[in-house]
């Protein structure tokens, strides 16, 4: 064997030989995302490179900021696209520490049942129960429990709160009752209550002790004044990071809505209903009908969040944070159903949207949503690591059991109607040429043409041939939300754990540092990096 001449540096030096390079391994990010040197980029275009891991993956913190008052445990929001969010999915999102944005291609007051649906599943002190009176029947306890999916029902004198507490019906009171009788001759009179001014503490304490489905809150002359259920309890055990106000501990209801006169009403049926969070939707938001919207949601309705958008440029960003947007949507044709870029060669890809837009928003202390483009945990963590507080998931939600829709069979295979909003079928829904859907939530009688979300979100409302910008598809089932979401919670915490960074800000402040590199990706690059060179792999993301 040759005699080896080579001097190699002593191993111990290894970490002070490392400081000698004049630059880091890999990019910054805004070298990255030069798009005078790279052009615009997607998520496929490059990578993260790993750093150190000092700590377990299940100490990573992904909290993240989605407006300016609003922080959710998780980033992850539901589109409101009407085969995506309404009052299931919008539900599931918020226990799961995420957020639904319940869609507005339906009439307002089908809407506005939608939002009081998720205000309604979880609460502190139901500060307003629906109350009854002795006088009335089992058959309006029985509507309640249809519309609304409850039926343990204060009795007060006066059917009022406020009014003296004289019992209370279940489920169980109403059992094999006729439908005509008197809630006085069923109703529960032997109460547990607790006083005005207790802790919610205290009042689970004595909830839990009593074994009692609801505990009513009564002041000093046995007036009710509040409600507490035990659902609720429950709710908080299963459901730890769910997204909840912190003063009434209801879930966080959000919904989109236009920018026309008509979205005005609309929005006024939300408000009363419990919105928290109002997206105006538009596949180009640097319009003056949404920065006229805008001021006048900030004006009317001051405690309401508004997030404006979609926007992929700088220039359209500072329009709507002027006029007061409390948060900015990202993307324009990114999504897999959205052909805006194909078909009016206007758009941006999404990688480079993100960046310019976040970078831009965050001076001003607006937060960001990365909307479209998502198809796995490394496009979340991607998104992510180029300053949005939050992606918002179309496609990769549609599919699951609490998407709108029934499942049917294509090709063998288990399948969701699932459709862009700027297909030509959601243009047509609620016209004349297509009656209104029917749901959970109906609209309440009459005429059932609505003014369509799709036409309006894409400025077509007056024009007599209808261009598409979207897609009408399938998507295969995915099964339940409440198992697919904490897959991708998890999974964005490993990621993190691999870049060595324990928390979501922390990982967004390494990287305008520089110390969270990247490196762009060839094409080949893209391959070497998927599966390749077999015959054929079953491919499981999670069990």
Known sequence: MPEQNTQFLPASSALEHLQSYSRKDGLSASDLMDSQVHGGLTY????????????????????????????????????????????????????????????????????????????????????????????????????IKARLGFCGIPITDTGRLGGKLVGIVTARDIQFRDSHTPLSDVMTTALVTAPLGITLREANDILRDSKKGKLPIVDTAGNLISLLARSDLLKNQSYPLASKKADSKQLY????????????????????????????????????????????????????????????????????????????????????????????????????????????????????????????????????????????????????????????????????????MGSLEAMEQGTAKKAAVKGKYPSPGGDNTVENAATSRYFSESSAVKVAQGVSGDVQDKGSVKAFLPYLYVGVQHSLQDIGVKSVAAFQQEVKAGNVRFELRTASAQVEGGVHGLNSYTKRLFA
């Not at 490059?46 to 299940?58: E, H, T, V, W, Y």
């Open 253 to 420: 209801a959000a919904a989109s809505v236009g920018t026309r006169p008509a979205d005005r009403v609309r929005l006024a049926l939300l408000a009363e209903a419990g919105l928290d969070i109002v997206i105006l939707d538009s596949s180009q938001g640097n319009s003056i009908f949404q920065i006229d919207m805008i001021q006048w949601i900030k004006a009317t309705y001051p405690s309401l969040e508004v997030i404006a958008g979609n926007v992929v440029t700088r220039e359209q960003a500072a329009s709507l944070i002027a006029a007061g947007a409390d948060g900015l949507r990202i993307g324009m044709g990114s999504g897999s159903i959205c052909i805006t870029q194909e078909v009016m060669a206007v758009g941006r890809p999404q990688a480079t949207a993100v960046y310019a837009v976040a970078e831009f928003a965050s001076k001003f202390g607006v937060p960001v949503i990365a909307d479209g483009g998502i198809s796995n945990v490394g496009h979340i963590v991607k998104a992510l690591s180029l300053g949005a507080g939050a992606v918002m998931m179309g496609g990769l939600l549609a599919g699951t059991e609490e998407a709108p829709g029934e499942y049917f069979y294509h090709e063998g295979k288990r399948v969701k109607a699932y459709r862009g």
């Open 44 to 143: 496929n275009d490059f990578l993260l490179l790993p750093g150190k891991i000092d700590f377990p993956a299940s100490d990573v913190n992904i909290e993240s900021r989605i407006t300016r008052k609003v922080v959710l445990k998780t980033p992850f929001m539901s589109s409101p696209m009407d085969t995506v969010t309404e009052a299931s999915m919008a539900i599931a999102m918020a226990l799961l520490g995420g957020i639904g944005v319940i869609h507005h291609n339906q009439t307002a007051e089908s809407q506005a049942a939608m939002v009081r649906a998720v205000k309604r599943h979880e609460n502190g002190f139901i500060t307003e129960p629906v109350v009854l009176s002795p006088s009335n029947l089992v058959e309006e306890v029985l509507d």
